[in-house]
Nanobody, 123 residues
Framework: QVQLQESGPGLVKPSQTLSLTCTVS??????????WSWIRQPPGKGLEWIGY???????YYSPSLKSRTSISRDTSKNQFTLQLSSVTPEDTAVYYC???????????????WGQGTQVTVSS
């Protein structure tokens, strides 16, 4: 059974960098052919896909967030990390990490999700 757990600060100041880590257990993040994504849900809005890091280590980001987003991984710890720079209050959301079986899956094809972590951007 694969499990994902998000961790990181719940409060970030405007203009700072948001950093979250997803720790995966029960399966390796290098296993063919899975894609490890970050997804968020702002209050009162739908899910927004941020980007992924693939089993191979390649990354792909949402065009609307690409200039501020970086996803990396530590295979020795079986973790992958989101960094979102220059945050504003509009980045306030519940952030999820999740696994998908292909590169651009619909949300209903994601098979494992973390429980989500609230991040608030406020001074």
């Amino acid at each position: 059974q694969v499990q994902l757990q998000e961790s990181g600060p719940g409060l970030v100041k405007p203009s700072q960098t948001l950093s979250l880590t997803c720790t995966v257990s029960g399966g390796s993040i290098t296993t063919n052919y899975y894609y490890w994504s970050w997804i968020r849900q702002p209050p009162g809005k739908g899910l927004e896909w941020i980007g992924y890091i693939a089993y191979s280590g390649s990354t792909y980001y949402s065009p609307s967030l690409k200039s501020r987003t970086s996803i990396s991984r530590d295979t020795s710890k079986n973790q992958f990390t989101l960094q979102l720079s220059s945050v504003t209050p509009e980045d306030t959301a519940v952030y999820y990490c999740a696994r998908a079986p292909s590169a651009h899956s619909d949300y209903d094809r994601y098979d494992y999700w973390g429980q989500g972590t609230q991040v608030t951007v406020s001074s």
